[in-house]
């Protein structure tokens, strides 16, 4: 799924593109060659994007340049990410939620849930996150 913020629109394309267009003129602002099938998420600074090999990538929202990548996710088929508060938060095929530091895409926190996949993408429920694994648990997560 695409994402939008007040001035542009970024996407995983096909064949492992990340690009992101001006919403006004639909002009290319930058495009990198990073391959996601699990998506990207964007805020005020930057655009995340999991990637198909497990890492964690935040780009800079204006010029794509690479800001930091999280890679001890090895083959992990992680959720996209997703922005909430100073962190950034994904999912991953056992279960795992991993919350990374925005700033620099340190480790923060690890929270296991009941062992199965995360697959649905994460939502937000006000402030806090809201998941659900493959085995059907639906969770509630309350970031502090």
Known sequence: MPVIDARMICAA??????????LGSGSLVWAREISSAAGLA????FVYVSDDKGAVHALDK?????????DKLFL????????????????????????????DGS????LPT????????LQRL???????TSNGSVLAIEVQ
Not at 42 to 45: E, F, G, L, N
Not at 62 to 70: F, N, P
């Open 42 to 45: 964007i805020d005020s600074r």
């Open 13 to 22: 394309a096909f064949q492992g593109r990340v690009s992101c267009f001006d």
């Open 62 to 70: 204006a010029s794509g340049a690479s800001l930091w990548k999280q």
């Open 114 to 121: 009941d062992g199965s996949p995360l697959r649905a993408p």
């Open 107 to 110: 480790f923060v926190a690890r």
């Open 126 to 132: 006000g402030s806090n996150l809201l998941l659900q």
């Open 76 to 103: 992990r088929r992680l959720t996209a990410p997703m922005p909430l508060r100073n962190l950034v938060v994904v999912g991953d095929v056992r279960g795992v939620v991993h919350f990374l530091n925005r700033d």
